[in-house]
């Protein structure tokens, strides 16, 4: 279960099924506050335990926006470029 958690992409699920309730035209004003508090305790719990750090929930975020914009060769390109950077130094 730990295992789950740490390698898998929990936090990140939790998060983006909260994305996509607050996105729905049904769910209610009260239940979207509900929500929106709630993704902010997963995260905040998540680096709080050092199982995501700030840099893993910016890297989801950029992922989720390329998505959503139909951009993510130009994402993977930036990463990829990224990545080489970091391992240069």
């Known amino acids: 279960m730990l295992a789950w958690l740490y390698f898998g992409r929990s936090f990140e699920n939790i998060v983006k099924r909260g994305e996509y309730l607050l996105n729905n035209s049904q769910t209610s004003r009260f239940y ?10 997963i995260i905040g719990q998540s680096k709080k335990l050092a199982l995501r750090t700030e840099q893993n929930w910016i890297e989801y975020q950029n992922l989720q926006t390329a998505i959503n914009d139909n951009s993510v060769l130009e994402w993977a390109l930036s990463e990829e470029k990224q990545s080489r950077k970091i391992q240069e130094r």
């Open 32 to 41: 979207k506050s509900v929500i929106s508090k709630t993704i902010k305790l």
